[in-house]
């Protein structure tokens, strides 16, 4: 995976730079707009980190730019400025995500990997918490190496906590994935389906488990 | 709170009555003063006259004698009154030689001039006014003709009781009217100052840009209020500046603390690297909160958005779910009755209620449910099972970099790093209070604390968004 990160305050691009290549990325840090016009120009980028108020311009210019060309690769804002309108603004000028400084290397990593697992980004993405790994393309799970079958809805509850791990996936969010606008479902459908996966998961002793937040949704985070 | 003022009307109205009654006095001691120099001028040419017409009738008798032989018209003036008129004929060294009352003439020779003209006699028994008289030389004689002061003390008496009856009553009816028109207009032009004081107090640091009204002022009340609208917008400024300073300054750390944070995430794992990812995160949390303290103070926000509480909870509990998480702690929320339509600030909340529950999730207790409850009339409440705030603090606790008794930090907590600051809480009553709301914290049956969010923004009754 070939990253382009722009950021013009040095210390911060070497150390960005050499973290993302510690987690295995290919990283070309550049520190202003023009470099990065230049180095999109010539080089195929799967995703871009993105400072905004850069010595030459600021950054939003150069992703609307990038955006109105057609570009899809996934963009990450990376910026001090951390007022809501901004967060919507960057959102809107079609930034995928957006971290303010300061920001921890490991969160940066994790949301830069879910980024590239996105739709848009390669097919055949495999999903990972704990010891459960998910292969999205062939539908194909296992438990610590072991393959675990699941029903379809299950599958389907599974990858979508899997695509958000680490956060909260509203009820809402999950009975439209699921069940679509117009089926009328249970009230406590949705209970019955999480408390099967879980029976599942524990089942073959899974180092991942599906916590239920009452009254927002559920959340997949790794341990027991 | 008030000081020892006086008023402007009544002084004015005091004044003016002083200045009437000093006016009325000269008044009459000017008509007084006029009254008896005409009575004077009167007696004057009453009294030549007189003298006159007793000389016109004066003869000398041979031996020496004076011969008088007066009309019985005059022989009834001078002998008919009780005495009031006195002729007295003497020679050149005032001896007397004829009169019409020789009793008095012996009382009133010794105050005749040696020369002509007119002469005053004090105050006797027979005459308690005194008397005026007028000599004059006649041949051989000197003529004097004397009258009581009565008559000229009468006519003084009469034009000063003329001046008292009627122009007293005039003067004080155009005085009174006058002080009624200068404390109407004193009134009246102060009303503009009223309302300027009106506006004055209700000027905010919460609400720059109030001003006092400058319109339909007074020339001599408008450089006041000209002068304190200035001076409001020059402490305005600074306090702006200052405002944009403490944004500005928690703005520029927030670089050099990426870099730090970026540094330490670098190293390797070890107890030291965890204590010292903790401090920097801390201080992170500190300039958040300042940059979040900053934005509320710095604008006026706009509350004036219809917001969904229940998409505010679930944003808030979202966000630090993956936080309580792995400290044991379960995250819910919990609907009573359904919210009230309500106008706010959708990110403003999502903040004040984050503060909350980040608060609740540090005090509660491994393994313990922390939960929102939203009541139907506009009303978050964060529910946890910690220890519960003191009565004596709770209202402290709101209040800026307020920090409490160390033992009521949870140690072992991982969020305790990130809640020290001291502003959580401040923000939340500063949200609750730009909608036009409260916070609060109660005790909980059973133990814990209730920490209470209530807006003050129906959609209906909404009367804009000046909170």
Known sequence: MRLLAVEDEPDLGLLLRDALRHAAFTVDLVTGIQDAEDHLAVAGYDAMILDLGLADGDGLALLRALRRRGAMLPVLILTARDAP???????????????????????????????????????????????????????????????????????????????????????????????????????????????????????????????????????????? | MKPASWSLAPRLAWRLAAVLVAAIGLAAIAVGWRAIVTARALDDTALQIQVHAVAVHLATAPGGTPLLDLPPALETAFHGGAGDNVFIITTPRDQVRLSSDPAAAALIVPYMPQTDGLFRVPATPAQPEGMVGFVTRFGAWRVAV???????????????????????????????????????????????????????????????????????????????????????????????????????????????????????????????????????DRMTRLIEQMLRMARLDGQPLDVSKPVDLRAVAIEAISMLAPLALPQGIELALREIGTPAPLTGNHAALVIGLTNLIENAVAHAPRGSLVEVELAAAARIAVLDRGPGVPAAERKAIFERFHRGPVGHVKRDSQMRGATGAGLGLAIVAGVAAAHRGAAWVEGREGGGAAFVLKLGTPADGAEGSCA
């Open chain 1, 85 to 224: 309108e901004d967060r919507v603004t960057g959102l809107d000028s079609g930034a995928d995500d957006y971290l303010v400084k300061p920001f921890h290397v490991p969160e940066l990593i994790s949301r830069m990997r879910a980024l590239l697992r996105r739709p848009n980004a390669a097919l055949g993405v495999v999903l990972q918490v704990g010891d459960l790994v998910l292969d999205t393309a062939a539908r194909h799970l296992t438990v610590g190496g072991t393959p675990l079958e699941l029903s379809l809805r299950e599958m389907a509850l599974l990858e979508l906590l899997l695509r958000r791990q680490g956060r909260v996936v509203t009820r809402e969010a999950i009975e439209q994935a699921l069940y679509g606008f117009d089926a009328a479902i249970g009230s406590n459908a949705l209970e019955v389906l999480v408390h099967r996966l879980r029976r599942r998961l524990a089942e073959v002793g899974a180092h991942a488990a599906v916590h239920t937040l009452r009254g927002v949704g559920y959340l997949l985070a790794e341990g027991t």
């Open chain 2, 146 to 280: 004397a009258q009581s002061r009565e008559q000229s003390e009468v006519l003084v008496r009469s034009l000063l009781s003329e001046f008292f009856s009627t122009g007293l009553v005039l003067l004080s009816v155009i005085g009174g009217t006058a002080a009624l028109i200068g404390i109407w207009t004193v009134r009246d032009g102060l009303r503009p100052l009223r309302r300027a004081s009106v506006a004055a107090s209700r000027v905010d640091p919460a609400q720059p840009g109030r001003r006092l009204p400058d319109a339909d002022l007074p020339a001599e009340v408008a450089p006041l209020v000209i002068a304190v609208n200035q001076a409001l917008a020059r402490l305005e400024a600074a306090l702006g500046a200052q405002r944009r300073f403490v944004g500005e300054a928690a703005h520029a750390l927030r670089t050099p603390l990426a870099v730090l944070t970026a540094r330490l995430d670098a190293l390797p794992e070890s107890p030291d690297a965890g204590l010292l990812r903790r401090d920097a």
